[in-house]
């Protein structure tokens, strides 16, 4: 599979404060790549670079053939890439059916909101109420199901399973596994390596702003301990 | 002849009158802040001028261009409302992300050039503006007369506020805007421009401000001050109803207008400041304002 996503020496900045020093890393189409690293290793901060979102970046971030570094941020997600922010971001002032809809459709061959409520029902039954009411795994299936309809093709998941009880953290699996299958790409920020280990084709390892590892998953039984090792579990 | 508590019926209607008379500018200009408030931080205190600036507008198409008041009520809001967009673009938008004190004293200072240029030009006698000859003359409710023009300016008022807040509440584009208020980065993650529609909502309030201007007009005289002296009431309402809060700005400026007018009629002497001690009152009990969230 050629790469959708190639990411070269990508540094960033919050104001003064420099955070990633030179990330490289690749995601080939149709995969799925987890971002793994300690706390403060800087895996939120490279998907907050790639879409330009509150951060200040320099180095390469290559999208197809576009090059994404050099864009004002609410061109980024024209070209077929959106994120699900670690805080889920779920609009207080919005109805769960309106931060459903808020995101617009970018481009061809994103779902309809038929299928995405079909694939998180919960949301169509609780669509008029408040959005922050939902329960967080809810919370979490309407931070992911509204980015489904854009027509993107590369989603930033950025800890999806975080604070949420293990059932709800095998239904998000589930739902990952299926968008997968319908031809997404997605980089997957996670601290669960056991969640993680599950559904990547590739993992790297962040720490200090930097990617120091890589692991595919033909060569994850030997990789494991190395990878847990860095996590320290 | 009716009275309530020793006033006589006719008085305390015409009161509650004018008490809504001044409301509706309260709430238009107060629904104005508040958008602008929500999704620039900028407490902008050029909205009083910007008022007025809409009163002037009217004036030179009047006089200048012959245009009458009812073209005024459509190209006065259009005028301001552009040179609203100029002023976003060009001074506000540097300032973006300092502190809110920046914002306030820019806005502070562009209030005292408009109306510095303005009586240099005009003076500060003001200068009449005729109402419209189908507003002209009143009607008889039964209980009062009724001028026709005053009724004018309060159904105009209310159609404006309930129509930005429907705009605001019930519409994927106010969804847009609620949710740029709350989070603007996320919401141009998803695509969406911001930063314009941050420019289009400060023309869309100070375009609000210059059609509560040109209402304004043959009311009181197209003056130079006259943004200077309803602003600082308006600051109150703001603050009253909380910061930010669309519908707390409408319902707080029809409100205090209501009291301030009864207040006249059963205590003339503390109606200049009524306002100003509810709002003490409000700050001391819920200093988020009455329809304010604490944040
Ligand atoms: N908004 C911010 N301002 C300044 N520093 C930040 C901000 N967010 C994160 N950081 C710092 O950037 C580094 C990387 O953080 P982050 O990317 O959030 O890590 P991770 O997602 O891997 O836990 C940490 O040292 C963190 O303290
Ligand atoms: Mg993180």
Same mark, same amino acid.
């Given at each position: ?11 960033a900045?919050?104001?003064e404060?420099?955070?990633?020093h ?28 790639i879409m ?9 971030v ?7 570094s ?5 061109r980024i ?8 922010p ?5 609009f ?12 617009p459709?970018?481009?061809a061959?994103?779902m309809?909101?038929?299928?995405v ?6 949301l169509?039954e ?11 795994g809810?919370?979490?299936m309407l ?7 854009t ?11 975080e604070g ?11 739902i990952?596994?299926?968008l ?5 790409t997605i980089?997957?920020v ?16 962040v720490e200090?702003?930097q990617v120091?590892?890589c692991?595919?998953r033909a060569?994850?039984?030997?990789g494991?301990?190395?990878?847990e090792?860095?996590?320290g579990? | ?15 509650i ?9 309260y709430a238009?200009l107060?629904?104005?802040?508040? +958008?602008?408030f929500?999704l620039?931080n ?7 001028? +910007? ?11 009047l ?5 009458p008041?009812w073209g005024?009520?459509?190209? #006065?809001?259009?005028a301001?409302?552009?040179?609203g ?6 001074? $506000? ?6 502190d809110h $004190?920046?914002? $306030?004293?820019? &806005? ?9 240029v303005?009586?240099?030009?005009y003076?500060?006698?003001g200068?009449p503006y ?10 008889? %409710? ?6 026709t ?7 105009a008022? %209310? ?9 605001v509440?019930?519409?994927?584009l ?5 949710? #740029?208020t ?17 420019t ?5 309030g100070?375009?609000?401000?210059a059609?509560?201007?040109? %209402?304004?007009?043959?009311i009181?005289?197209v003056?130079? &001050?006259m943004?200077a002296?309803?602003i ?14 669309i519908?707390g700005a409408?319902?707080t400026?029809f409100? +205090?207008? +209501?009291?301030?007018?009864? &207040? =006249?009629?059963?205590?003339p ?11 003490a009152?409000?700050l001391?009990v =819920? ?5 304010g969230k604490?944040?």
């Amino acid at each position: 599979m050629p790469d959708l996503l190639t990411i070269r020496d990508l540094h960033a900045w919050y104001g003064e404060s420099h955070v990633l020093h030179g990330v490289t890393l690749s995601v080939p189409e149709g995969q799925v790549v987890t971002l793994l690293g300690r706390n403060g290793a800087g895996k939120t901060s490279t998907l907050r670079a790639i879409m330009g979102a509150g951060i200040t970046r320099k180095g390469s971030v290559q999208l197809g053939d576009s090059e994404l570094s050099s864009l004002a941020p609410h061109r980024i997600p024209r070209l077929g890439v959106a994120w699900c922010p670690e805080e889920r971001g779920i609009f207080a002032s919005l109805s769960v059916a309106e931060n459903l809809a808020l995101p617009p459709v970018l481009l061809a061959g994103g779902m309809s909101t038929e299928e995405v409520l079909d694939l998180f029902p919960r949301l169509r039954e609780k669509a008029g109420g408040q959005g922050t009411k939902l329960s967080g795994g809810e919370q979490q299936m309407l931070a992911i199901g509204r980015i489904l309809r854009t027509g993107a093709r590369l989603l930033l998941l950025d800890e999806p399973t975080e604070g949420l009880a293990p059932v709800i953290v095998q239904q998000i699996g589930q739902i990952i596994s299926v968008l997968r299958e319908r031809g997404f790409t997605i980089l997957l920020v996670e601290q669960n390596f056991k969640f993680a280990s599950r559904l990547a084709d590739r993992h790297y390892v962040v720490e200090h702003g930097q990617v120091v590892d890589c692991v595919e998953r033909a060569d994850l039984a030997a990789g494991r301990g190395r990878l847990e090792t860095y996590l320290g579990v | 002849m009716t009275e309530i508590f020793g006033v006589p019926m006719p008085v305390l209607l015409g009161q509650i009158l004018i008490g809504l008379i001044n409301g509706s500018f309260y709430a238009v200009l107060s629904l104005g802040l508040a +958008l602008i408030f929500g999704l620039l931080n900028i407490i902008n205190f050029a909205h009083g001028a +910007l008022y007025m600036l809409g009163a002037f507008v009217a004036y030179w198409l009047l006089n200048l261009l012959g245009i009458p008041y009812w073209g005024a009520l459509l190209l #006065a809001p259009l005028a301001v409302g552009v040179f609203g967009v100029l002023l976003e673009r060009v001074l $506000l938008k540097p300032i973006a992300g300092l502190d809110h $004190l920046y914002g $306030l004293l820019l &806005t502070f200072g562009l209030a005292l050039i408009l109306e510095g240029v303005l009586r240099d030009g005009y003076g500060s006698t003001g200068m009449p503006y005729a109402i419209p000859d189908g507003l002209k003359g009143g009607f008889n %409710l039964g209980f009062m007369f009724m001028p026709t023009y005053r009724a004018w300016v309060i159904v105009a008022s %209310l159609a404006v506020c309930l129509g930005t807040w429907l705009l605001v509440e019930k519409t994927p584009l106010g969804a847009r805007l609620r949710a #740029a208020t709350e989070n603007p980065t996320l919401v141009r993650a998803f695509g969406i421009n911001v930063p314009l529609m941050i420019t289009l909502t400060f023309g869309f309030g100070a375009a609000l401000a210059a059609f509560a201007g040109v %209402l304004a007009a043959p009311i009181y005289a197209v003056n130079p &001050t006259m943004g200077a002296n309803l602003i600082i009431v308006v600051f109150a309402v703001v603050v009253i109803g909380g910061m930010g809060s669309i519908l707390g700005a409408i319902t707080t400026g029809f409100m +205090l207008g +209501l009291i301030e007018g009864l &207040t =006249k009629v059963y205590y003339p002497e503390g109606s200049a400041m009524v306002v100003f001690v509810i709002m003490a009152i409000v700050l001391l009990v =819920k200093p988020a304002g009455l329809f304010g969230k604490a944040s």
